[in-house]
């Protein structure tokens, strides 16, 4: 039970260009890295930018990357770290900088907007819906993403190829595109999306080398790669590798294509 | 003045939460041009934190519930303040809203058949919230969001533009509406991230943005929550309503102090948690008022009995309203008999197995092991009252939840007074968002669509007014250097919030809401210094400055009525006055602004900026007073609304 | 401007790659040394053609035996389908099989696209290469025959589960014994059988790939029981990599003479 005086590194500056600037700051038992840069804004710099919301790890708006790990600063405790550590602060490294700690996020809502909405099934009203707790226990798994971007952060697919941020719909949108396949009622498929062939195609699941980094940053422990994204390679190989399945549509897709 | 850029748009939708995005969807479906403007990212609201459920009599676990039923609990909950209107739209109307949202692709829990399935909670008489584990406020914004991308999705297709129809404007803040006369022309607001301003030209204007909590210490609240709306009515010319009535959630998470107040969810109680003191006694049987006693368990064996069969029990009283649960938390730990850190115990841990703890209460079990280091499957968590939502609002017409007196202004969700009455039971917040959201967003496209005619001008030297008043902070040391050095506008703010937490908190005293007032009047002398460094790009000091006129109005709406009201009743408690009044039960009260210009006269600390004034409300409908014994109405009614 | 990746010119100016404190090397460099070792020893042992089969244990890197130069095991896993003209170990027609299952697999992918190719060599630690495509084209693109390898790796275990049964036999051949081997035997099978049956790709077949697991609930249960072993399926990837290398160095250990296999009746 003491406070102790903290050494920091923050990230300042726009996209114009800046720094880490050193700051000493006191903190107490209890605080997360969160309360150390309000504490800062509050005494030292007001005008530092950072975007936050909940605070209690529930809205994905803080994220930030701290000694180098992409983290929800709301839920990092500084009893975490070494007192004598200086800790490194600093915005997410996959986007654009728009000013200290806040990053241009809009990549994301970009890709959330590529993926088909759920397809409601035919002749089913409100109400009428009925699905059964199995069969629903793996989207709602997804649904726990409170969309902090951590993921599309880290992957190294798009964080250290901008190249590839038109072809690829990072962890999130992948996972979304895994959501709405496995929902018991979807109607993509009857609508003629077929969401297992577009996650590869449209959506660049091929990009995903399954290293994982997805998995290990994500605040809600989703198992992002081993419950959505190898999941959704398996389901494209069922459209696209299976030999017999393959030939046929290879002659289906050019006809189609044609048209 | 620089230039501002101008949009028209038909409806102008302020905040993003459940009833913003609720509205904005139900405008854009009716054919209305919808521009929706949020403080936060897209998806990132204050809803996201609602944990326990949605309130709709669907009677998917319990066959005896209905609409009437829920209504009855509702406006028990509320001590019959509520709007009754309102409470009846809202109890039958919320099962066809968790409905369609399973149409947009929710995934709620299941019961065994298959249907959509529903908890117990604080109040309600039978299981009724349609939850997704603990997370429910989560799946609600999604889904609304996800249903908002996919009209951008058909809008894309049709016009080669996603957001030709609809479109967020995230991250900017609307700081005045503007008028053309009595009626709404429009909004001002700013981009947070480049500071630059815009205005947005509209008929119709629907105030979605929540509640008030940041103007209290303790608060469960987000930094959203600084009473944007209420005060962009007032400023408007629209009265709100019972103010007074300010929920303190009972169970806030007390320690450590950097998350002192963040929620510990209701469904804790509800599958079976239970509060004790520091004697290890349950000591909420202590504490059943008379209205209650036949409702509620008279010992632990029978409250015990209640989680397995319902129908032969009474429940626990873990599970009175908030209000009731909040004095009772307050009052033990007064009597000394609180836990280490000003809390109390609630204990789920000797009441489950800790496998059923985990998948029941994931996001709680998560937020104690992360922040505070508790293994809630093996010990008690500290819990203590937190300042959580505010009843009172704008006033608006029960159908088709119009701002009184402004033409083209609507609201909706916890920015509307008059639902709740005098306390929310929990689970009818999320409920109330999609209900009225969705007429919000219905009125204020009809009404649009018939002004798209005439559509209202917005004048320059208004605009140049807004653009002024929202510089101040960068000019304020050099425009006054006479009346003191410029302030800090955190400073202002903490003690703001600590001037309403002491104060004007759960237990209200005439001679400290006196002293608040007096309190906040300094401060607001004080906030027009406040004065801020760097620039306009994503400067947090200059957005805090902007956001504590609102922050001090709805404080001071917040006191003045609740020094007014002499009575005790739901989420408004005078220990000078500790008894519920049938007289006052009739009684609004509803705040204007003083000097209806718009000039903050804010140099004048004894006038304030607020007047008072009551207004009787209508009497209850017949067929739905019907729905009470008469013995209950007796505890609530006067003798000659009984008779009429 | 600066070259792409968390250099690119939008990006927050901060020259250093990464900025991660801790030991993020430490886990791809073990990784890497492990997966060296392995491919160090099996290379010398598949190409060896020696020390294969003392009876009635037979390596595991030898089985099926499937060209005519193979040893005779007595009632053991020959099938000469090569015959003569295979010159080389008949070592190397087998393990293409398990090394196909191996290299294809969603764990050794991570791991070896982490330690060897440094794709990331950790998170959020820039990686070296200029371009990335991933496997969307050839040749990675074949890792999504995985599945196939996973059929052929069913049928390997299945040999090698013959060779278990066939370990309780002495070295006449008479059954109902069992050796210090055996017990190698039994453990490496069952790791054999965890490792394969906790791949990503069974966990589809048996009923990820459903829609409704309500309707079949057998399936189901198969998914939850593939489901709980995947959830291990690194751990169980390096055990029975170490114990199927062990039950090889077992048999090479006795069979060349170093020691007798200690029999327990």
């Given at each position: 039970m003491s406070s102790y005086e903290a050494r920091f590194k923050v990230w300042r500056g726009d996209v114009g260009g800046g720094g880490l600037e050193d700051f000493a700051v006191e903190v107490n038992d209890g605080e997360v890295v969160l309360d150390i840069i309000h504490r800062l804004q509050a005494t030292q710099a007001p005008d530092l930018a950072v975007r936050w919301n909940c605070?209690?790890?529930?809205?994905?708006?803080?994220s930030a990357e701290i000694n180098g790990r992409p983290r929800l600063m709301c839920m990092t405790r500084m009893s975490v770290f070494d007192r004598a550590e200086t800790i490194t602060v600093t915005p997410l490294r996959a986007f654009p900088v728009i000013r200290d700690l806040v990053t241009d996020v809009g990549f994301n809502y970009q890709k959330a907007r590529e993926v088909p909405s759920f397809v409601p099934p035919a002749g089913v009203g409100p109400g009428e819906y009925r699905m059964m707790q199995e069969d629903v226990d793996r989207s709602q798994e997804f649904r726990k993403c409170i969309e902090c971007f951590l993921c599309q952060d880290t992957c190294h697919v798009v964080r250290d190829h901008e190249e590839n941020k038109k072809a690829f719909a990072g962890p999130r949108f992948l996972m979304r595109v895994a959501e709405l396949d496995m929902h018991p009622l979807d109607a993509a498929a009857e609508s003629g999306l077929d969401r297992k062939s577009t996650a590869q195609d449209e959506h660049g699941l091929g990009y995903c080398n399954i290293t994982k980094c997805c998995t290990e940053v994500c605040p809600e422990g989703i198992k992002i790669t081993d419950n959505a994204l190898i999941p959704m390679k398996e389901r494209a190989v069922d459209r696209k590798y299976d030999p017999l399945v393959w030939l046929g549509s290879k002659i289906g897709r050019r006809s189609s294509q044609s048209s | 003045m620089p230039v501002v850029d101008r949009q028209e748009w038909d409806v102008v939708v302020v905040g993003a939460g459940g009833a913003g995005l609720r509205a904005a969807i139900e405008a854009r479906e009716r054919g209305a041009r919808t521009a929706v403007i949020c403080k936060s990212l897209f998806g990132k609201a204050h809803t996201v934190m609602a944990e326990g459920g949605i309130a709709a009599a669907m009677a998917n676990v319990n066959e005896h519930d209905n609409w009437q039923v829920h209504f009855r609990d509702t406006m028990r909950g509320g001590k019959f303040l509520n709007q009754w209107r309102m409470a009846e739209h809202h109890a039958r109307e919320a099962p066809d809203r968790v409905w369609e949202l399973e149409t947009w692709g929710a995934l709620f829990d299941r019961t065994k058949d298959g249907k959509i399935s529903q908890r117990n909670f604080g109040g309600h008489e039978y299981p009724r919230l349609a939850h997704v584990g603990d997370r429910t406020g989560l799946e609600l914004i999604r889904t609304l969001q996800q249903k908002i991308v996919s009209l951008q999705q058909e809008d894309e297709k049709e016009t080669g533009d996603y957001e030709s129809r609809l479109k967020v404007f995230q991250e900017c803040t609307v700081t005045r509406v503007l008028k053309d006369g009595s009626r709404v022309s429009g909004v001002f607001a700013y981009d947070r991230e480049t500071g630059r301003f815009f205005v947005l030209e509209a008929p119709s204007v629907v105030i979605a943005t929540g509640g008030i909590g940041k103007s209290f210490k303790v608060t469960s609240n987000s930094w959203e929550y600084t009473g944007d709306g209420h005060a962009l009515a007032l400023l408007a010319g629209a009265p709100l309503l019972n103010m007074e009535f300010v929920q303190f959630h009972p169970t806030g998470m007390v320690w450590p102090p950097s998350v002192k107040g963040i929620l510990v969810t209701e469904s804790v109680r509800g599958d079976g948690g239970v509060l004790r003191n520091s004697d290890g006694k349950r000591f909420m049987f202590d504490y059943v008022p008379d209205v209650f006693k036949e409702k509620y368990a008279e010992s632990e064996e029978e409250g015990d009995r209640w989680y397995e069969d319902p129908d032969n029990n009474r429940r626990p009283p873990e599970l009175l309203p908030r209000d009731e649960v909040a004095r009772a938390i307050n009052a033990e730990v007064k009597a000394g008999r609180g836990s280490p850190h000003g809390g109390v115990f609630l204990d789920v841990s000797t009441r489950m197995p800790a496998e059923v703890i985990k998948r029941r209460l994931p996001s709680m079990y998560h937020q104690f092991k992360e922040?505070?280091?508790?293994d809630i499957t093996a010990e008690a968590m500290e819990v203590g009252p937190t300042c959580h939502y505010?009843?009172?609002?704008i006033a608006v017409d029960s159908d088709t939840a119009a701002a009184r007196g402004v033409p083209g202004l609507y609201a909706a969700g916890e920015v509307a007074g008059g639902m709740h009455g005098s306390n929310r039971l929990g689970g009818n917040s999320l409920s109330d968002l999609l209900v009225f959201g969705r007429r919000a967003g219905w009125h204020a496209a009809e009404y649009a669509a018939e002004h798209a005619a005439e559509r209202p001008p917005v004048d320059d030297t208004e605009i140049d007014a807004a653009a002024a008043e929202a510089l101040r902070p960068f000019s304020a040391e050099v425009e006054e250097p006479a009346s003191g050095p410029p302030e800090n506008p955190y400073t202002v703010h903490q003690e703001l919030q600590q001037t309403m937490n002491d104060l004007v908190g759960i237990i209200r005293r005439e001679g400290e809401m006196a002293e608040a007032l007096r309190r906040l009047a300094e401060l607001r002398v004080r906030a027009r210094r406040a004065g801020v460094e760097g620039h306009r790009q994503f400067n947090p000091g200059w957005h805090l400055s902007l956001d504590l006129r609102n922050m001090l109005l709805v404080s001071e709406c917040v006191a003045r009525a609740a020094l007014e009201r002499t009575e005790s009743r739901g989420g408004h408690t005078r220990e000078d006055h500790p008894t519920m009044e049938r007289d006052w039960r009739r009684i609004n009260l509803l705040c204007r602004l003083a000097d209806p210009t718009g000039g903050l006269a804010a140099t004048d600390p004894v006038r304030g900026q607020i007047t008072l004034a009551r207004e009787t409300t209508e009497p209850i409908r017949t067929d739905l007073l019907a729905l009470f014994e008469k013995e209950e109405l007796v505890k609530y009614l006067a003798e000659e609304e009984l008779y009429e | 401007m600066n070259s792409g990746g968390v250099q690119t010119g939008t990006r927050a100016a901060i020259a250093a790659p990464h900025l991660r404190t801790d030991r993020w090397w430490l886990a791809p460099a073990v990784t890497a040394a492990g997966l060296f070792a392995f491919v160090v020893y099996s290379t010398w042992r598949a190409f060896a053609n020696a020390h294969y089969y003392a009876a009635p244990y037979v390596s595991p890197f030898y089985s099926p035996c499937l060209a005519e130069n193979c040893r005779t095991m007595h009632a053991g896993p020959n099938a000469d389908l090569f015959g003569s003209w295979w010159a080389i170990s008949p070592a190397i027609i087998i393990l293409i099989f398990p090394l196909g299952f191996r290299l294809t697999c969603y764990y050794y992918r991570k791991a070896y696209y982490r330690s060897f190719w440094a794709s990331p060599p950790a998170c959020a630690v820039a990686e070296p290469h200029k371009k990335y495509t991933g496997e969307t084209r050839f040749p990675l693109i074949l890792q999504n025959v995985h599945r196939y390898f996973f059929y052929a790796a069913l049928l390997v275990a299945g040999v090698l589960t013959y060779d278990t049964v066939l370990s309780f036999r002495d070295e006449h051949y008479r059954w109902g014994h069992m050796g210090l081997g055996t017990l190698v035997f039994l453990a490496n099978i069952v790791l054999i059988w965890a490792y394969t049956i906790s791949c990503h790709s069974c966990r589809h077949i048996v009923g990820g790939k459903l829609k409704h697991f309500s309707k079949h609930p057998v399936r189901y249960k198969a998914w939850q029981f593939v489901g709980k072993l995947n959830a291990r399926h690194m751990l169980l990837a390096w055990a029975s990599l170490v114990s199927v290398a062990l039950a090889d160095f077992y048999v090479y250990l006795v069979a060349s003479g170093v020691f007798d296999d200690p029999r327990f009746f």
């Open positions: 605070k209690a790890g529930k809205c994905g708006s803080c | 922040l505070a280091d508790v505010v009843m009172g609002g | -």
